[in-house]
């Protein structure tokens, strides 16, 4: 098992910038892909990034392509989401989330194992 935990959030203004933290525990990290996730009030979860166990490999929703980068380093057991130009329908409580795939990145929430609790996102206009 792996336990994650979120940091980073925030409120921030329509341009900005915020770097959301996943920092891990429990097990082995390098053997998760880890995926980051979106929900706003009265919509559905919904797939922002996801990023491979080397971090060789990443995949984004194209809505936030161009303007958020994800990353990782084993070493500290955590992954990042660089989030710049900030728009107000990017709020939401963005949660990270583990699985170890046979094969690729998955957008699928249900795919993912482990959830952390989220942090809130607020990007004011």
């Known amino acids: 098992q792996v336990q994650l935990v979120e940091s980073g959030g925030g409120l921030v203004q329509a341009g900005g910038s915020l770097r959301l933290s996943c920092a891990a525990s429990?097990?082995?990290?390098?053997?998760?892909?880890i995926g980051w996730f979106r929900q706003a009030p009265g919509k559905e979860r919904e797939f922002v990034a996801a990023?491979?166990?080397?971090?060789?490999?990443?995949y984004y929703v194209d809505s936030v392509k161009g303007r958020f980068t994800m990353s990782r380093d084993n070493a500290k057991n955590t992954v990042y989401l660089q989030m710049n130009s900030l728009k107000p329908e990017d709020t939401a409580v963005y949660y990270c989330?583990?699985?170890?795939?046979?094969?690729?990145?998955?957008?699928?929430?249900?795919?993912?194992?482990?959830w952390g609790q989220g942090t809130q996102v607020t990007v004011s206009s």
């Open positions: 989330a583990a699985n170890a795939p046979v094969f690729g990145l998955d957008s699928l929430a249900k795919k993912y194992d482990y």
């Open positions: 429990g097990s082995t990290f390098s053997i998760y892909a």
């Open positions: 990023i491979s166990r080397s971090g060789g490999s990443t």
